[in-house]
């Protein structure tokens, strides 16, 4: 009767998303910890105290070097997320006497991941995510960029070098991976471009996109993980980050067993799909950004329905994370996963597209859509 109490709470919207998130979890598990809720306020407030530090040190740099003095600038920090979870389940497994260890480590966890992000949103030119308390033209919000990144990259390098070969050597493998991915970006717009006015076939984009192989599987997912829709994509795309993180705290004699690390990067993976990519479906549609969200979209046939598979695909990573993160017995994890999944809007997403051959009169060539769409589209 308190499980069934529990999911009927969980599901009242009027209730805070953390708390739901809580009584969703229990509802789920029969899993009630309020160690958990102690937790993670001494994990918020260590790595709250962490990020001060660090945007301090980032604006005095700004101000040193191009004269923006009294600057503040602000960058989400919503990514360290699973540097925070690893912290906490860490806490929980060492001795006292090694928590500062794991402390030293999260920080180089947290700036590492801060900075592969800020890279990522130079090369995409998203320059508005580094926001700041001062009026300033795009050009000078590009330097701000150029030199907030740069500050970060020198501050995980001198603290890598406090670390032994095979740490750096991983965290030099996540750069490589991430990068390729990176660099297959033009790759993935053409094919998303070509299928769109019909130069390449739906088979050839669930070949290329949906159904890729790992060329060198990764030991941490299991075979039926590894058969997942986009996961050779996602997990170069941003699970390969998190690996490598947790990867990280083992070479450095820090270890966290497999069923946590597998929660933390299938979760990262399904908080890709199930929050970034259907907020942004339309820009990303717009701008020939291909995604698992628009991926769906493009193979669909007429009696399929694209918004149901992308849903569909979103909670089988975030289910698979679930239960990592019980096996882990990770109750703050589960309680974060759920919290992503109360997060997320799958019912933003139109129930269909329309996908034209580019020369056909009328079509937008920046959606492949005819802008004559059923009325219940709603875009």
């Known amino acids: 009767m308190l499980h069934r ?31 958990s809720l102690l937790l993670k306020r001494r994990v918020d407030s260590v790595v709250g105290r962490m990020l001060d530090r660090l945007f301090a040190e980032l604006d005095r740099a700004l101000a040193d070097e191009l004269g923006h003095n009294g600057i503040s600038l602000r ?62 033209d795009s050009h000078e919000r590009r330097e701000i960029a150029d030199v907030a990144q740069e500050h970060m990259q020198r501050r995980v390098e001198k603290q890598l070098t406090a670390y032994s070969e095979p740490v750096r050597d ?30 390449a076939t ?8 949906r159904d890729l192989p790992f060329e060198d599987p990764p030991g941490l997912l299991t075979e039926t993980e590894r058969s997942l829709p986009y996961i050779r994509t996602q997990y170069d795309r941003v699970g390969v980050l998190y690996d490598a993180m947790l990867e990280m705290y083992r070479e450095a004699g820090l270890s966290v067993e497999r069923p946590f690390r597998r929660s933390i990067v299938l ?42 598979a992308v849903v569909d695909t979103g909670r089988r990573y975030l289910d698979r ?36 051959d580019e020369s056909t009169p009328g079509t937008d060539t920046a959606t492949g859509t005819t802008g004559r769409q059923p009325a219940e589209d709603s875009r």
């Not at 990514?79 to 402390?103: C, F, I, N, S």
């Not at 030293?104 to 508005?128: H, P, S, W, Y």
């Not at 698992?292 to 009696?303: C, G, K, R, V």
């Open 5 to 35: 109490s529990a999911d009927w709470l969980a599901g009242r919207e009027r209730l805070p998303e953390s708390v739901r998130a809580v009584l969703g979890y229990y509802g789920d598990t029969g899993v009630f910890d309020y160690r």
């Open 75 to 136: 960058y989400d920090t919503k990514l360290v997320l699973p540097a925070k979870l690893t912290l906490g389940q860490l806490y929980r497994r060492l001795e006292p006497a090694d928590h500062l260890r794991a402390e030293e480590l999260t920080r180089l966890a947290v700036e590492a991941l801060i900075d592969g992000d800020m890279r990522d949103a130079i090369n995409d030119e998203e320059f508005d995510d580094f926001e700041v308390d001062i009026d300033i």
């Open 170 to 199: 991983t965290y030099e493998w996540a750069v490589r991976v991430s990068n390729a991915h990176q660099e297959r970006d033009r790759q993935f717009r053409e094919l998303m471009a070509a299928v769109k006015r019909g130069g």
């Open 202 to 209: 739906r088979e050839r984009l669930a070949t290329e996109y």
């Open 267 to 308: 979760a990262i993976i399904g908080a890709q799909i199930w929050l970034d990519d259907i907020d942004d479906f339309e820009a990303d549609l717009r701008s020939g950004q291909l995604t698992p969200a628009t991926a769906e979209y493009l193979l669909s046939a007429e009696d399929n329905d694209p918004r149901a």
């Open 321 to 356: 994370a679930q239960a990592a993160a019980t096996a882990a017995d990770s109750a703050l994890t589960g309680i974060a996963i759920e919290y992503i999944r109360l997060s997320g809007e799958p019912g933003s997403l139109p129930p269909g597209i329309e996908i034209r």
